[in-house]
């Protein structure tokens, strides 16, 4: 049985000077899970965190806690119910512990229970050696520590992230993106994360919502929105950074032949004959060797000889562009640069599996396949 929606918003939209910056027709945020919301700047993606946060009124639409819509007499109590870290953290100018007991103050929480959790969420976040140390003198991943414990020691119902890692450094974002997993796992807290950041969702994340334009382009399993986005437009946000166009000649051995642009690729999906296709391929899924190495064993089925067009250093892999009669994008890492010697118009064979070319829904069909024999 799907986990009843503890939060919602039905129909909902959002207009600055008379331009609609939201509209989100459905959205909901189950129990117990993670959900993310990720997109490009200006897509609408911390609006839509401060309209579920209660925080902004939409000019259309509602939103519903536990099934019921939220009306004006009741935001403040719902409100009482969640908790938001920003990506600056915010912390009143006192230690880390009266940071952490504040919000339990207001909430009429005191004695031995405040103290007791304020104690253990310190010590789940690593911050318990930092307890008497004033917020100004911290790192900004102990600040932001602090922050997610002032928030978790509430035991909110609902944690609304908004870009919570955008403000740290890669050494304090890499510690706290797992301790923060973890903790939302065992605590089974419900989550919406808003971020731009596609690895921070995929290590998070149970559900992803890809916003593009104020609208919702994709809402599923992260997994499936990162390895079958629905459109051209969300895959190429996920990182799919080979998209060509093809025909269908043929399915042989479980396999659909596709020609490109001359050259026979194998995906892994039925699709009939004669269908025009957009193919996408992340740039992770392709392994690159020079021509006179022996083939690796592996169930790659996709094998073609190119040239290398252009080599761009990139964080953390280094992107190869290669011509192998289509223009192929493949992510290797700086020792692999240096070992394969990938430069310019270096020869290279490119290998990828069946099952790593992933059919676009956008724009698959053409009128010979709707209508046969036209």
Not at 143 to 171: I, K, M, S, T, Y
Not at 220 to 244: C, K
Not at 266 to 293: N, W
Request: aromatic residues 4%; charged residues 25%; hydrophobic residues 50%.
């Amino acid at each position: 049985m799907r986990p009843a929606a503890v939060l919602a918003v039905a129909d909902v939209r959002v207009s600055y000077g008379g331009a609609d910056v939201l509209d989100v027709a459905a959205l909901e945020v189950r129990a117990h899970e993670v959900l993310g919301v990720i997109g490009p700047n200006g897509s609408g993606k911390s609006t839509l965190l401060r309209v579920l946060g209660l925080l902004e009124a939409p000019a259309r639409g509602e939103v519903r806690w536990r099934g019921r819509a939220v009306r004006a007499a009741d935001a403040l109590e719902a409100r009482r119910r969640m908790a938001t870290v920003f990506q600056e953290p915010l912390l009143a100018d006192m230690t880390v512990a009266a940071n952490v007991a504040l919000g339990l103050a207001f909430h009429g929480v005191g004695g031995d229970e405040r103290e007791a959790r304020v104690a253990r969420w310190l010590a789940r976040l690593n911050v318990a050696p930092l307890r008497d140390r004033r917020a100004r003198t911290l790192s900004g991943g102990q600040a932001q520590r602090v922050a997610l414990a002032r928030a978790l020691v509430l035991e909110p119902e609902v944690l609304l992230l908004d870009e919570p890692f955008a403000g740290l450094d890669q050494p304090a974002r890499e510690a706290l993106i797992p301790d923060l997993a973890a903790i939302l796992r065992e605590h089974r807290v419900t989550t919406v994360l808003v971020t731009h950041d596609r690895g921070e969702a995929q290590a998070l994340a149970d559900r992803v919502a890809v916003l593009i334009g104020g609208r919702v382009r994709q809402l599923d399993a992260t997994a499936d929105v990162f390895h079958a986005p629905a459109s051209e437009e969300v895959a190429r946000f996920v990182g799919v950074e080979t998209i060509v166009s093809g025909r269908v000649v043929a399915r042989e051995a479980g396999v659909t032949l596709v020609d490109v642009a001359g050259r026979r690729l194998e995906l892994a999906a039925e699709v009939p004959a004669g269908a025009r296709v957009r193919l996408g391929i992340r740039p992770e899924d392709v392994t690159l060797a020079r021509p006179g190495d022996a083939a690796p064993a592996s169930s790659a089925r996709n094998r073609f000889a190119g040239a290398v067009a252009r080599v761009t250093p990139s964080s953390p892999s280094v992107r190869v562009l290669v011509d192998c009669g289509f223009p192929l994008v493949a992510a290797v890492t700086p020792r692999s640069v240096a070992d394969l010697g990938l430069a310019p118009g270096a020869p290279v064979v490119a290998t990828f599996k069946a099952s790593a070319v992933h059919l676009i829904a956008a724009d698959v069909w053409l009128d010979t396949v709707a209508r046969p024999g036209v």
